[in-house]
């Protein structure tokens, strides 16, 4: 007799990635407008050439004995990447209170820095809230979920209706989170929160000792410059703020697969540093064992010579214009077509991804009759729309507003003309 699986009970996860539907559509004319990181025109994976020049370098390099990195990482990388973040000349830096932690993507710094807020964090507090933004919820949450994590709350910055950030929402949800609550921030920030904004939410998170958990998954290609788009974060730990940011750098090297991540640490004082690092490596030895050495030696090399860095800045400058562009070629294209609403908040807004303004409506009649697949939180990645699909995909985004809003109006005439003449009901009774 067949003895039957004890996994029996294991339920099926549904793929939700648009790039899995894209992958499995069969049509000719799909797009994915829901990438992961940054398409050149030719919709081929845009690397700076700079690291293109330092991948072929790497493999002739007699120094490399492939043995295995330490727990917390190459040592040039992760000082580099704090640098980069918070400033060669941050007081923190300065003070020794400021660490790297080379981790598997910006996810795995994320879940190491949740991991060991969970374990210690909550020493101080009975029961650590969490707050992350309502677009983010599915991935971080559940990532803060498995930690450990039991009161996780979601804030609203974005207005949708607006097109652009509530600022006055966000610091109202912030005044009433409990006190000590972690929440997650995003910065460069596409949706365009002022050094002011930033400024008034530090105060506000100072007032309600709440902590900050930063994310910078792709810093420059914002608005171009490297410290601008780190500002807030630098803000945060000139304030004195204690905080955890994870880094990314699969969008702005072009290193997708090479997963690498750094864990930036701020505390008060060097020995706590010593301490908190100490816990972030018995972490890593059961969770990963120790990073990977290829992608971090190349962001290296990158960081820490002036001609390379150079060279990497002027590619994501390029980016950035490129981006800028299609966001301006897009809002045009939608104006000619007389496309309802305003699309003002398409170059408003900087960055890789754009809130787009669609319905859910509008996305599903995307992807059912256009083949055009979005983010899960209606965002789109900029850098899939290209010279080639351009076209489609503006026109595409009229057809789903213009045939949504009639159905609407369709409904609505209907609901209208049945409360003006109620049918009579009868039954056999009478």
Same mark, same amino acid.
């Given at each position: 007799?067949?003895?039957?699986?004890?996994?029996?009970?294991?339920?099926?996860?549904?793929?939700?990635?648009?790039?899995?539907?894209?992958?499995?559509?069969?049509?000719?004319?799909?797009?994915?407008?829901?990438?992961?990181?940054?398409?050149?025109?030719?919709?081929?994976?845009?690397?700076?050439?700079?690291?293109?020049?330092?991948?072929?370098?790497?493999?002739?390099?007699?120094?490399?004995?492939?043995?295995?990195?330490?727990?917390?990482?190459?040592?040039? !990388?992760?000082? *580099? %990447?704090?640098? =980069? $973040?918070? /400033?060669?000349?941050? #007081?923190?830096?300065?003070?020794?209170?400021?660490?790297?932690?080379?981790?598997?993507?910006?996810?795995?710094?994320?879940?190491?820095?949740?991991?060991?807020?969970?374990?210690?964090?909550?020493?101080?507090?009975?029961?650590?809230?969490?707050?992350?933004?309502?677009?983010?919820?599915?991935?971080?949450?559940?990532?803060?979920?498995?930690?450990?994590?039991?009161?996780?709350?979601?804030?609203?910055?974005?207005?949708?209706?607006?097109?652009?950030?509530?600022?006055?929402?966000?610091?109202?949800?912030?005044?009433?989170?409990?006190?000590?609550?972690?929440?997650?921030?995003?910065?460069?920030?596409?949706?365009?929160?002022?050094?002011?904004?930033?400024?008034?939410?530090?105060?506000?998170?100072?007032?309600?000792?709440?902590?900050?958990? !930063?994310?910078? *998954? %792709?810093?420059? =290609? $914002?608005? /171009?410059?490297?410290? #601008?788009?780190?500002?807030?974060?630098?803000?945060?730990?000139?304030?004195?703020?204690?905080?955890?940011?994870?880094?990314?750098?699969?969008?702005?090297?072009?290193?997708?697969?090479?997963?690498?991540?750094?864990?930036?640490?701020?505390?008060?004082?060097?020995?706590?540093?010593?301490?908190?690092?100490?816990?972030?490596?018995?972490?890593?030895?059961?969770?990963?064992?120790?990073?990977?050495?290829?992608?971090?030696?190349?962001?290296?090399?990158?960081?820490?010579?002036?001609?390379?860095?150079?060279?990497?800045?002027?590619?994501?400058?390029?980016?950035?214009?490129?981006?800028?562009?299609?966001?301006?070629?897009?809002?045009?294209?939608?104006?000619?077509?007389?496309?309802?609403?305003?699309?003002?908040?398409?170059?408003?807004?900087?960055?890789?991804?754009?809130?787009?303004? =669609?319905?859910?409506?509008?996305?599903?009649?995307?992807?059912?009759?256009?083949?055009?697949?979005?983010?899960?939180?209606?965002?789109?990645?900029?850098?899939?729309?290209?010279?080639?699909?351009?076209?489609?995909?503006?026109?595409?985004?009229?057809?789903?507003?213009?045939?949504?809003?009639?159905?609407?109006?369709?409904?609505?005439?209907?609901?209208?003309?049945?409360?003006?003449?109620?049918?009579?009901?009868?039954?056999?009774?009478?």
């Amino acid at each position: 007799m067949e003895t039957l699986s004890v996994f029996l009970d294991v339920p099926l996860v549904k793929a939700t990635l648009p790039l899995d539907a894209y992958r499995a559509d069969p049509s000719p004319q799909k797009v994915c407008l829901g990438h992961a990181g940054c398409q050149t025109d030719a919709d081929e994976v845009w690397i700076p050439p700079v690291v293109k020049q330092i991948l072929l370098q790497i493999p002739q390099d007699p120094t490399l004995d492939h043995e295995y990195l330490p727990e917390l990482g190459v040592l040039e !990388f992760t000082r *580099a %990447a704090m640098e =980069l $973040a918070i /400033g060669k000349d941050s #007081r923190a830096l300065l003070d020794n209170r400021a660490g790297g932690v080379q981790t598997i993507g910006g996810t795995g710094a994320v879940w190491i820095g949740a991991e060991f807020l969970r374990r210690w964090y909550n020493y101080y507090l009975a029961s650590a809230t969490v707050l992350i933004a309502t677009p983010h919820l599915d991935n971080l949450g559940c990532i803060f979920q498995v930690a450990g994590f039991t009161d996780i709350r979601t804030y609203h910055y974005w207005d949708p209706v607006k097109l652009t950030v509530d600022t006055e929402g966000f610091l109202g949800e912030l005044e009433g989170a409990p006190e000590g609550s972690v929440v997650f921030l995003h910065a460069p920030e596409e949706t365009g929160l002022t050094p002011k904004q930033w400024t008034e939410v530090a105060e506000v998170m100072e007032k309600r000792h709440l902590f900050p958990f !930063f994310d910078i *998954a %792709a810093q420059g =290609l $914002a608005s /171009g410059n490297l410290d #601008r788009d780190a500002w807030a974060l630098q803000h945060f730990v000139g304030k004195g703020f204690e905080l955890l940011c994870a880094q990314s750098f699969s969008k702005i090297f072009g290193l997708y697969d090479e997963r690498v991540g750094n864990l930036i640490v701020v505390t008060k004082d060097n020995q706590t540093l010593i301490r908190i690092q100490s816990q972030l490596a018995k972490q890593i030895r059961m969770t990963w064992f120790g990073p990977t050495s290829l992608g971090a030696r190349v962001i290296a090399m990158v960081l820490t010579s002036p001609a390379l860095l150079y060279e990497w800045k002027q590619s994501l400058l390029s980016l950035v214009k490129r981006i800028m562009l299609i966001r301006e070629k897009l809002k045009e294209k939608l104006r000619i077509l007389g496309t309802p609403g305003s699309w003002e908040h398409l170059t408003a807004q900087s960055g890789v991804y754009s809130f787009i303004g =669609l319905l859910p409506s509008q996305v599903e009649f995307l992807a059912k009759h256009k083949h055009i697949y979005l983010l899960a939180n209606k965002q789109i990645n900029i850098c899939s729309i290209n010279s080639k699909n351009l076209d489609y995909v503006a026109q595409s985004i009229h057809e789903a507003i213009v045939t949504t809003l009639f159905q609407e109006h369709q409904s609505e005439n209907k609901e209208k003309s049945t409360e003006a003449h109620p049918r009579v009901q009868w039954s056999p009774s009478e």
